[in-house]
């Protein structure tokens, strides 16, 4: 009963490293997301993908890049981090996104930038 | 004017209050609406789905006014348990489906 996994959970990464956070869903969704939370600032799209092979820029893309070579995962990676990019990432997936969908969301990643 | 506003809060309430939250949303075109709840430290977690005609779910009353843009939430007696922030989630894009978040109101219910 897995539904949305991130990893890893944790991070610590020096500013210059790069690093990549994995998404994995099991439900068969077509869309997922990206999002970092920051305080007051609530949950920010950072990029999405409507299906795979697809992506799309959200609110805040830039320093981000993404790729959905699977249905089931969706990666975003950090090529070259900066201490703004410290934040709680959070996946999510969807059912094709008509009606009434329920998003479900992975339990985040916290990423710090030093 | 951001996508979606919502109350500022915090909220502190004793065991037993009614509270109400409030949100609007800029993009006319959007297309669904849901309230959200989420724990401290916690991934956010579908509390209910926002219809045009009302929708309740126990305590839990959601209220959608299009042509105002609003969308809003009831708790009636609330429980310690209901402490927790609550999130606006607006629907939009058609094919390009992608939902937006307000920032969220933290409600607190006291003993």
């Known amino acids: 009963n897995a539904g949305v996994t991130q990893t890893p959970k944790f991070r610590v990464l020096k500013t210059g490293q790069s690093m990549t956070l994995l998404c994995a869903q099991d439900m068969n969704h077509e869309y997922m997301y990206w999002y970092r939370q920051d305080p007051g600032m609530g949950l920010r799209l950072i990029h999405y993908s409507v299906g795979e092979g697809t992506t799309a820029k959200g609110e805040v893309p830039d320093g981000y890049n993404v790729s959905r070579l699977k249905k089931q995962n969706f990666l975003l990676g950090l090529e070259s981090a900066a201490p703004s990019q410290t934040s709680v990432y959070f996946c999510?997936?969807?059912?094709w996104g008509q009606g009434t969908t329920e998003a479900f969301f992975g339990q985040g990643t916290r990423l710090t930038v030093v | 004017r951001k996508e979606v506003e919502q109350d500022p809060g915090p909220f502190n309430v004793p065991e037993g209050a009614t509270v109400a939250f409030n949100c609007t949303y800029s993009?006319?075109?959007?297309?669904?609406f849901f309230w959200y709840r989420q724990d401290c430290r916690k991934e956010p977690k579908l509390l209910m789905s926002v219809y045009s005609s009302g929708n309740e779910d126990g305590r839990f009353t959601a209220q959608l006014n299009r042509a105002s843009q609003y969308i809003s939430l009831l708790i009636r007696d609330s429980k310690l348990s209901d402490s927790a922030t609550y999130l606006c989630v607006v629907a939009s894009g058609g094919s390009n489906y992608k939902l937006t978040f307000g920032k969220g109101t933290l409600l607190t219910v006291n003993p």
């Open positions: 993009n006319s075109a959007s297309q669904s």
């Open positions: 999510a997936s969807s059912y």
